[in-house]
T-cell receptor, first 113, second 113 residues
Framework: EAGVAQSPRYKIIEKRQSVAFWCNPI?????LYWYQQILGQGPKLLIQ????????DSQLPKDRFSAERLKGVDSTLKIQPAKLEDSAVYLC???????????FGPGTRLTVL | AQSVTQLGSHVSVSEGALVLLRCNYS??????LFWYVQYPNQGLQLLLK??????LVKGINGFEAEFKKSETSFHLTKPSAHMSDAAEYFC???????????FGDGTTLTVKP
């Protein structure tokens, strides 16, 4: 069974530029999560989708971050414009439902210069 | 509100020695508790979880954890460390059934030959 796929794996941008990350969850998983993991910290949930609807985006900085999951499968996370403090690993995870085990992708490491 | 505290950001043990990684949590409702392992440049992998029932939970790779409600703890143990156990370990808490997971800041385990 294929795992959660993410791309790109690494991205370096300058501050004020925009960037987008892509996630393809495990087939059949209705719930998709985006986490931000800053160096030395645990993952922090940014947004949770159930199919193509948002369940929780309370910690998403909506002035610069946006995410979508239009067809209830793949998802993209965008940052526009990026700030230095956005440097982190962005993890995507998926699960069958909101109460099930989460499976994590390898993450995208973003460096903002 | 819920939170997780992992005591000790770095733990070093000799190969063959006992591994003990500490996790204390706070939660206003009965929690679900998780331990994840993260190898360099990889996503998180679930080691074990406590939901209900037996308080001693066994996971993969010989790890186990015990839920102690009176101490609000969920410490991770392994009787004999192996070199391949060197990684970062995260404890997480979630409200029963659904809701977002809150992660600790992680403990880096080093195994010395």
């Amino acid at each position: 069974e294929a795992g959660v796929a993410q791309s790109p794996r690494y991205k370096i941008i300058e501050k004020r530029q925009s960037v987008a990350f892509w996630c393809n969850p495990i087939s059949g998983h209705a719930t998709l999560y985006w986490y931000q993991q800053i160096l030395g910290q645990g993952p922090k949930l940014l947004i949770q989708f159930q199919n193509n609807g948002v369940v929780d985006d309370s910690q998403l900085p909506k002035d610069r971050f946006s995410a979508e999951r239009l067809k209830g499968v793949d998802s993209t996370l965008k940052i526009q414009p990026a700030k230095l403090e956005d440097s982190a690993v962005y993890l995507c995870a998926s699960s069958l439902g909101g109460s099930d085990t989460q499976y994590f992708g390898p993450g995208t490491r973003l460096t903002v210069l | 509100a819920q939170s997780v505290t992992q005591l000790g950001s770095h733990v070093s043990v000799s190969e063959g020695a006992l591994v003990l990684l500490r996790c204390n949590y706070s939660s206003s409702v009965p929690p679900y508790l998780f331990w994840y392992v993260q190898y360099p440049n990889q996503g998180l992998q679930l080691l074990l979880k406590y939901t209900t029932g037996a308080t001693l939970v066994k996971g993969i790779n010989g790890f186990e954890a015990e839920f102690k409600k009176s101490e609000t703890s969920f410490h991770l143990t392994k009787p004999s460390a192996h070199m391949s156990d060197a990684a970062e370990y995260f404890c997480a808490v979630r409200r029963a059934q659904a809701g977002k997971s809150t992660f600790g800041d992680g403990t880096t385990l080093t195994v010395k030959p």
